[in-house]
């Protein structure tokens, strides 16, 4: 289908951006890989899509004070190719290839990714398990919003309606830092039936700060409180079977919760794998 | 809901339109400019038959508006035949029947030559993962991989 009329205009900074998103109804337009499919479907009814690609120094990975930012409009494709991203968040890194196909990633932004919030999509998941934060700009001024408060429901998030994502941020890996990726999808680039996004901390032979954030189960990014505790007390089994309290995954078309549920712990043991090798 | 007055190269030449915010880049290039060789399958960026190179990149037409390409370069299928950068491609799937129908080849032949584009000669399982994106409901792909790996290894022996 084709979009219903909307009126366009290109912000030359996030100010300009702001004042645009002034007017009721408007929208950000990043890498569109998203919302275009739902203005194409008529799933969506902007009255304005304000265009921020072209504001500048938002394309940025940069590494400060112990972590690494990167900047709303870095192309997941930018991303990926990027050697100071993959040392300094792995699990970052590990999570892209799993993103869309190449052509999706040559244009859909991290930025984007992270406000739109789908909760089957891979990076909420990952900056929940990293305890990574998201600077927002608003009509009010700069915020921060750590993960754990960013993701409020089905595709709501901190930003609310007038607010721009300009950066997100996660604690650089250090050679203590452990994390695992898995999904599980029906065709290669499709959104995950059910995903896991892992991050922990290695401690000797023990694992401390287990950090695990399922995708594709809730209304957003989930972390399974029980099983991380587990897992932190080197009981993979017991992890999987906590899984029964700490997820209540709800039917959707790809499957029932109970499948999903199943397919949880298939990840989770998987992960827990990854999780105990040190990287290379 | 106006219409917006924008410049943009396409294949080379300056063009310069008027067109309406919720015009895509692939119906822009269809429909005005009469570039029909990138193709409308299904409109949300699954089936992969509108891809074109933005910019140098390969990027879905129906998830770009035309509007958004004010000042950049587009290169649709029409420009790459002609340049002849692709013709062993082209070659390739002709003599391994890696097309039937052709409505997937224009935008499969734009995907695959980006990922020859890089060095070495790539897996089969990496050449299906980087063209997972483009549907093609006649070959199977089988015939496509083959045509794919045959250019790559082709191309390898040519400059070793």
């Known amino acids: ?280 | 809901m106006s219409a917006h007055e924008i410049t943009l190269t396409v294949n080379g030449e300056e063009v310069r339109e008027a067109v309406d915010a919720r015009t895509t880049l692939v119906d822009f290039l269809r429909e005005t400019l009469g570039l029909t060789g990138s193709h409308v399958g299904c409109e949300h960026g699954v089936c992969g038959a509108c891809s074109v190179r933005l910019d140098g990149v390969v990027v879905r037409g129906c998830l770009t508006l035309a509007v958004q390409c004010e000042g950049h370069t587009v290169e649709t299928i029409e420009g790459a035949s002609d340049s002849g950068a692709l013709a062993d491609l082209q070659e390739e799937f002709r003599t391994r029947n890696a097309l039937q129908c052709g409505y997937c080849t224009p935008a499969m032949l734009l995907t695959a030559a980006e990922l020859l584009a890089g060095s070495g000669v790539p897996s089969r399982a990496a050449i299906r993962e980087h063209l997972s994106g483009n549907y093609c409901r006649c070959t199977g792909y089988h015939a496509i991989v083959d045509a794919v790996e045959a250019v790559a290894r082709a191309r390898a022996g040519a400059t070793s």
């Open chain 1, 1 to 280: 289908m084709k979009p219903a009329p909307f009126d366009y205009a290109r912000a030359r900074s996030v100010e300009h951006a702001l004042e645009l998103l002034g007017r009721e109804g408007a929208r950000v337009l990043a890498g569109g890989q998203s919302l275009i499919a739902t203005l194409n479907m008529r799933l969506s009814h902007p009255s304005l899509l304000v265009d921020i690609n072209e504001v500048a120094g938002l394309d940025r990975i940069a590494r400060r004070n112990g972590h690494i930012e990167i900047g709303a409009l870095v192309r997941h494709a930018q991303a990926e190719r990027s050697a100071e991203l993959g040392q300094a968040a792995p699990l970052v890194a590990r999570a892209l290839p799993h993103i869309g196909h190449p052509a999706i990633r040559n244009r859909g932004t991290v930025g984007g990714s992270i406000a739109f919030a789908d909760p089957a999509a891979e990076l909420p998941a990952c900056l929940l398990a990293l305890q990574g934060e998201v600077d927002i700009a608003g009509p009010a001024g700069k915020r921060t919003v750590k993960a754990d408060d960013f993701f409020h429901g089905l595709f709501e998030t901190a930003l609310g309606a007038c607010g721009v994502l300009t950066a997100i941020r996660v604690p650089a890996a250090t050679s203590a830092t452990r994390v695992g990726f898995a999904e599980l999808a029906r065709r290669h680039g499709d959104y995950a039936m059910v995903g896991l996004a892992a991050a922990a901390r290695a401690n000797g032979k023990n694992l401390t700060d287990v950090r695990l954030a399922f995708f594709g189960v809730g209304a957003t990014p989930v972390r399974a409180r029980n099983a991380e505790a587990a897992l932190a007390a080197g009981d993979v089994e017991a992890a999987v079977n906590a899984l029964g309290h700490d997820l209540d995954p709800p039917d959707d078309v790809q499957a029932t919760g109970a499948v999903k549920k199943h397919l949880a712990g298939v990840l989770l043991r998987r992960v827990a794998r990854q999780l105990n090798e040190a990287p290379q």
